[in-house]
């Protein structure tokens, strides 16, 4: 890189103050330079055009002669000697011809530089943009890398998941659904619902955390579009701005025969994971899990024909108890709280177990379940959700609905 000087005012005054002192130094100490052969005027010539091109170059030459006629007047000179001498002439010219000789050479080879310094900008300029495009590509391929490692990483937990939700009964489903879905997706609140057949209230099955905002029972307002866009659609549906304050962040249907029946809700949900990959993830656990609860349910249906009195869904006294035990432990692991209520009938033996059911079920939801002893002729109610304080309401609306049928219940 060469000297550059952007401001003329002050290459002049270089020129201007190197000059003055030449000449002070040549008036006081009587040097006599514009008689040397190598005078320091032409050495100032010289440097100023081989430094700042032709224009200053021609400058100095102008002051030099400026100078060398001061010079005349003040040592009382001739000055028209100093213009007819050839000595003198000769010097003037040779002085003339170095400032545009060099003048000219410094200004080309300025120019040329300049012109390489602009070729040398682009280039570094383009260096640049292709350093930064080599640096986005390595990104770009550092993300797909990623992108690959976590898609098989993907496609191993989707088969973890798979295995894990191939249970043979729907609690145990639900129970592994849950799980899953609160580690998948990094969810503090997680509950699924069953949609009575009113389509009015969710009775909870089973939750995972225990937020109040997953209540045993949500009631469905028939003005709300959330749950509208879940049975209508059919899909993960995500809580927008026009949806209540106290709609779930995130729900998805659980269907069977093309018929909503179970609802999962989510709460408490880590926002990076609503993207539309995660979304399409917890679709397809969805669907696996809609697919492994119609199955299970069916074979479920097949095994309750053993478990249940012909012709009713009223369970055996034992089997009915084994059902109670896993409420129980439901109750340990999720927090999902039931109770039981028995109503004696021993002094209506006469009333079928048939009967009963016909006339208690409309009395009960859906997911209440019904036990009978045959030897102490006994009914017994197991109430999912339904916290045993509350357990007494129940009892008495079944024993109401007894005495109106025409049957009095005993205790």
Not at 9 to 18: A, D, G, Q, S, T
Not at 165 to 182: G, M, W
């Given at each position: 890189m060469i000297y550059t000087?952007?401001?003329?005012?002050?290459?002049?005054?270089?020129?201007?103050?190197?000059?003055?002192?030449?000449?002070?130094?040549?008036?006081?100490?009587e040097m006599n330079m514009t008689q040397w052969t190598l005078s320091p005027f032409i050495m100032i010539v010289l440097f100023f055009?081989?430094?700042?091109?032709?224009?200053?170059?021609?400058?100095?030459?102008?002051?030099?002669?400026?100078?060398?006629?001061?010079?005349?007047?003040?040592?009382?000179?001739d000055l028209f000697l100093l213009f007819y001498e050839s000595d003198t002439y000769l010097v003037m010219l040779f002085t003339l011809l170095i400032a545009v000789i060099s003048g000219t050479y410094s200004t080309s080879f300025?120019?040329?530089?300049?012109?390489?310094?602009?070729?040398?900008?682009?280039?570094?300029?383009?260096?640049?943009?292709?350093k930064k495009t080599i640096e986005l590509m390595k990104e770009s391929q550092r993300v797909m890398q990623e992108k690959v490692l976590d898609s098989e990483y993907t496609l191993s937990r989707i088969y973890q998941v798979g295995?894990?939700?191939?249970?043979?009964?729907?609690?145990?489903?639900?129970?592994?659904?849950?799980?899953?879905?609160?580690?998948?997706?990094?969810?503090?609140?997680?509950?699924?619902?069953?949609?009575?057949?009113?389509?009015k209230a969710l009775r909870l099955h089973v939750r995972n955390?225990?937020?109040?905002?997953?209540?045993?029972?949500?009631?469905?307002?028939?003005?709300?579009?959330?749950y509208k866009r879940i049975f209508q659609n059919k899909t993960v549906t995500i809580r927008t701005v026009d949806d209540d304050e106290n709609t779930p962040l995130v729900a998805g249907p659980i269907v069977s025969n093309n018929e909503v029946e179970e609802v999962l809700i989510i709460d408490q949900l880590d926002f990076s994971r609503l993207t539309k990959y995660e979304i399409q993830i917890m679709s397809l656990v969805l669907d696996w899990m809609s697919n492994r609860m119609e199955r299970a349910k069916e074979a479920k249906r097949e095994e309750d024909k053993e478990n249940m009195y012909p012709g009713t869904r009223v369970y055996y006294a034992d089997v009915f108890e084994d059902l109670v035990d896993v409420q129980r432990m439901r109750k340990e692991h999720y927090h999902v709280p039931f109770s039981v209520v028995s109503v004696d009938l021993s002094s209506h033996k006469n009333l079928s177990v048939i009967e009963t059911e016909i006339i208690l079920r409309a009395y009960l939801r859906e997911l209440d379940v019904i036990g009978f002893n045959q030897e102490t002729h006994t009914f017994y109610f197991l109430l999912p959700g339904t916290e045993e304080a509350k357990a007494w309401m129940v009892e008495k609306r079944i024993k109401q609905a007894l005495r109106t049928k025409g049957v009095m219940p005993v205790g």
């Open positions: 000087q952007t401001s003329t005012w002050r290459k002049f005054i270089e020129l201007f103050v190197i000059m003055l002192i030449a000449a002070l130094l040549d008036q006081y100490l055009s081989l430094r700042y091109g032709l224009t200053l170059g021609l400058s100095a030459f102008l002051l030099t002669v400026s100078y060398l006629i001061v010079s005349v007047e003040l040592n009382n000179g300025k120019e040329r530089y300049e012109s390489l310094t602009y070729s040398y900008g682009e280039i570094m300029d383009e260096r640049n943009e292709l295995i894990a939700l191939d249970q043979p009964t729907p609690d145990l489903i639900r129970n592994e659904a849950t799980t899953i879905i609160s580690n998948l997706f990094k969810a503090e609140e997680v509950g699924i619902y069953h949609l009575d057949s009113s389509r955390g225990e937020s109040k905002r997953l209540p045993q029972t949500l009631f469905i307002d028939e003005h709300s579009f959330f």
